[in-house]
Structures are given as C-alpha cells and as structure tokens.
C-alpha cells in the first residue's frame, strides 16, 4: 500500500475481473491528488471515503461510458462510508439512506472521480438508476 | 476531529479552493465547481453531471464527460495522449456546455434541471478550460 508506481499512490481492492482472487492495485495520480488539494479541499477530505469504498466494496459496475475502447472497461464502486467532509472542517455522518457513494476507475485503475450519488430506493448500494446507466452489475454476481 | 490525512505526504503547502473548470485526463472530463461544498451528482443527461450541494441541495458545479469525443464531433483536434502542459489549448467552457448538451445521445433534462445549470452561467461566463494540444 502507498507509492509502488513512481507519480502515484496505490491501494490494494477487489480485481472486478477475478473477485476471488488476488487484489488489483487502484492508482491515485499525483497530480489528481494535488489538484484536489490545491483546488476543491473538501472533496480532498473525502479521498478517505474513497479509500472505505476501496475497503469495504458493496457493488462494482461495468460499463460505465458508453464509448468504451473494446474489451476496456470503465468501473464505478460502491460503498457507504460513515463520515464525510461536507464544508471546509465541518465533517458529518454520511447520509446512507438516501445516498452512496461511487468511485470511478479508468481502465488503468486510475482513480479519476468520487462522488455521492442518490442510492436507488430498493438497492442501497446502488446508484438510483444503475440498471440503465451501467453495463453490468459484476460484484457481487446475484443481489437480493 | 478528522484523523490524519492518509495523503498527506502528497500534498505540500495550504488546502484550498479555485472555483475553476478542470480538464481530468484520467476520466477525459471537464468538472467545474462554484462552491467548496460536498455534493451529490443528478445525472443531466449522457454526457452531463450536475453536482448538487448536500447543504442545501442547489446545483454549485457539474461534470462532462467524454471530452474527447465531443471535441472530435466539433473539429477541434486539440486533444492528443500525453500532450504536454506547455502546450495546452483552451476551450470556453460554456461552449463544451452547449456541445455536450447539443450531442448528448439521450435527453433526460427536465426543465429545472436545465434552468438550474443555466443558473451558473453567470459564474462561468469567461471561464476557459485548458485542454492537452494534438501533439
């Protein structure tokens, strides 16, 4: 964990491709963290629920660009951290509820957004819409 | 009391915010936002994001995708892998606006939405995004 490839941050998580076995590695660009910080500070506090996301995934989906290159695929994960930065200092517990929290990786596994999404209603861990907005729910393979 | 930063040896000097739009060569996006807040995302429509505050749930900022693409579909071949900073182009982010809306392959807006995003306008009205050239 930490920086394995020069230029990034690296942090071990569930390989979509083959969940039972070895992690893949999720790379967080340098330059995209010093953005972050430099730019939108709030959103630089919430790298840490990226990381819970990262720790305890709930969903991951394909297909999350309409153009994707071949047999490169574009992935959204999911989770429900339980605190987030909401405004410069002031931290809250994240609204599980009504919203969960999405992670987006290139086909590199290079982190490039996170975000809060509205949950769908009858699946928590999903983002509200997901049947027509992604490809392929891939973990895990059957929701209840 | 939040614990301590676990990116905290990657950043040097005082966090901040620029209220500035963004090229995201890792997501081929362009994000923009007026106000440092947490927000949750309302998809517009394929292409469009819109970031809402959780505070008070007004829309402060999107996100559109596919930068590349809209790009092409417009002629502007400014865009190459691995072009250098020096040499960035840039593009007036209402215009990007505009272009997603226009070429965006569904049309999911509602009218609030879209009065919502024309809200920020004002805020954006000379905001130029730099963009990686063709090399």
Redesign the interface.
Known sequence: MGSGTPGY?EYRAIDPRDPGGPPVMVR???D????Y????????????CV?HVLDHTERIFRGV???EEGELSWWCYTGHPKE?????NV?APF?GRS?VF?V?L?PKF????F????ADPQQRACPI?WRS?YGELLWPKSIS | MAEEHFLKDYVEGKPGFKPEAWYNQYGDCVVYQTANEATYAERLDSLTTLYRSVIDDRVIGFQIKGVKEILKALKCGILAEGAGKESDETISLIALVIAACKLSHDREANKDQLEALAELIPHMAHEKVPIPRAA
Request: charged share 35%; proline share 2%.
């Open positions: 941050f967080f660009a340098r995209l963290i010093t953005w910080y430099e730019n939108r500070s709030v959103d630089y506090e919430n790298f840490r990381r660009r309409d153009y987030w930065c909401i405004k410069e931290f609204p919203l999405a987006y290139n290079e982190l490039y957004t975000r809060a999404e509205r819409n907005r």
